[in-house]
Every structure is written in structure tokens, then in C-alpha cells.
């Protein structure tokens, strides 16, 4: 089976464990063997000024899931009109 095989057969998730979390902030990192991304929030402090990153999710996958995430979300984001803006 090739690689386009691969993509194009639908996956069919068991959801049964499934939990939704919203981030306001993610990160990446790349080793060798894999890629991590974090997935977080910036919360107050009690004195309502200082902000500080709170880790709700890490993922870490292989190169290959890695790179494959990277062309969904680029197609994702050129195709499906998704926006960001960086300067908030």
C-alpha cells in the first residue's frame, strides 16, 4: 500500500475516550526521533499582571505521523480559509 493509499482511506477513531481541551498557546520542538508539541494556556497570577504558561497537553510522535500532521494542517489552513493572527 502506498503512502497516497494510506491517506486516502478514511480512519475510523473509537471516541469512547475522547477529551476536548481548548489551547491559547502551543509550541514545538524536534528531536532526531521525534517531535513534541505543547499545548497550553497563559494563566494570571494572583496579583493579575504576570502571566505564565500552563501545560494542558503534551504530544509527542515519530517523524513520519509528525510530517504528516504538518501536510494536513497546511492543507488545512491554505484549502479550508483557516486564518491566524500573530499579532495578539
Keep these: 500500500m502506498t503512502e497516497a493509499d494510506e491517506r486516502a482511506r478514511p ?3 473509537d471516541r469512547s475516550r ?3 481541551i481548548s489551547s491559547s498557546l502551543a509550541t514545538a520542538r524536534a528531536r532526531e526521533d521525534h517531535v513534541a ?3 497550553g494556556d497563559l494563566v494570571c ?3 493579575g499582571i504576570e502571566l505564565s504558561p500552563r501545560l494542558q497537553r503534551r504530544i509527542v ?3 513520519v505521523a509528525a510530517k ?3 501536510d494536513m494542517l497546511a492543507r ?3 484549502e479550508g480559509g483557516v486564518t491566524a493572527d500573530t499579532k495578539s
Excluded: H, N, S
Design 68 to 70: 504528516r500532521l504538518c
Design 18 to 20: 475522547q477529551r476536548e
Design 37 to 39: 508539541i505543547d499545548f
Design 76 to 78: 488545512l489552513t491554505t
Design 45 to 47: 497570577a494572583a496579583d
Design 11 to 13: 480512519v475510523r477513531w
Design 61 to 63: 510522535m515519530g517523524p
